[in-house]
């Protein structure tokens, strides 16, 4: 093995044992926590700002918002009144576990039921670092088309949720949903697929569903 492929593979190593000490932490706690990720511009903070309105009223929810700089979603998301901290990597392109557990220390875990990380908006490296999350969500939005899983698969062979956002716009873009569905379940035969948009709310029972399901079978 090169030198160069073992400092990764140390730093990965690393990275496991804080990821297994947040999972015990929120384990706990009895904090569900679930990771977001996907490309810049996808929809994830319109559809978590939606998505904590529906759920701020039945649980107590933390959020980290991951970013290479500013706090521009940090603040959109503060709208909803939850406690939210924001963590500026620097110029990384993913969150990492001792990123979290940092960040951990500005939440208040001890009244928390959910935990949500919005990533930093990148189909490639957030797939490889665990944070300690009990589910990982990945958006993809039509208008990015149809071919990211083939190009990035280890983003969609890891997720357990692949959301398909701006469902809306479908009509707009030539995005073939059927075989999109098909390379995702070959990566991925656990994967839950559905579609969804923050701006009509098309899919958004369903959605609120399935998390609402998740989160009782951790808490029970
Ligand atoms: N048409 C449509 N636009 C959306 C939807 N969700 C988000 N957007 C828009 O997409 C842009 C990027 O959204 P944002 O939530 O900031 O994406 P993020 O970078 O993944 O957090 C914004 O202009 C949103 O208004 C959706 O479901 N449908
Ligand atoms: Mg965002």
Redesign the pocket.
Known sequence: MSERVEVHQNILDKNERIAEENRSLFEKKGIFVFNVM??????????LVETIKRLKDKYRIGVIEGDVSSKV?AERIASTGVPVVQVNTGGACHLDASMIQKALTHLPIDNLDVLII?NV?NLVCPAEWRLGENLKVV?L?IPEGDDKPIKYPLMFSSADILLL?????FSYFNFNIDQVEKIVRGLNSNIKIMK?????FEGFDEWLNEIERRIEEVRK
């Open positions: 996907s490309s810049p511009g996808a929809g994830k903070t319109t559809f979603d919005e908006g958006l939005s956002t701006k469902i809306d716009l969804i948009s923050s701006i009509t």
